[in-house]
């Protein structure tokens, strides 16, 4: 059985060793790389996936991103993936001990008062779909880098927050791209 961990007690090194694994040493190049550039993980909600012997089995990373709209307005989201599973390990449960965990912590800071931010990811949606993540809203959306309109998915409490059309990338708040007065 998985034994689920923060993200940030694993050595770093060891995390990419698991991501070359999964989707090989040109991961980089990948547009979800692009959307998140610059963007650190975010430890809360980021997590890893042991074995019964203790060794590295999973990973899932969650970054903050935005969807800039045609008037400039960034909309936070959050962004879920990579979900990484050692090759000789996938199908064995630990993708979605992972996906159970990021989303719970998400799902377990939601209020009316503070609604989870949508989260967003590229994947496939019949299997992506068990989460509620979907292509339905996403249709008018733009990635930085090649995309299949179909994997592009947002799960949230309520679709209608979110805009018609946009440019996903790193989510860079307001004051963080403001020149500093004299």
Known sequence: MASIVPLSAIAPELVEQLLDAAFGPERHARTAYRIRTGMDWLPALSF?????????????????????????RAHPMIMVGPVAVVPALQ????????????????????????????????GDEPYYGRWGFSAAATGGWRCPGPWD???????????AVLPGEGMLG?????????????
Do not use: C
């Open 48 to 72: 890893a996936a042991l074995d019964d012997e203790d060794y590295l089995a999973g990973t899932i990373q969650l970054w903050p991103v935005a969807l800039t709209d045609p008037a400039g």
């Open 91 to 122: 199908g064995a449960g630990y993708g979605k001990a992972l996906m159970a965990a990021a989303l719970g912590a998400i799902d377990a800071m939601d209020s009316p008062q503070s609604p989870a931010l949508p989260q967003v990811m590229i």
């Open 149 to 159: 309109p179909a994997r592009l998915l947002v799960r949230t409490g309520n679709p």
């Open 170 to 182: 790193p989510w860079l708040p307001a004051a963080a791209t403001q020149p500093l007065a004299d």
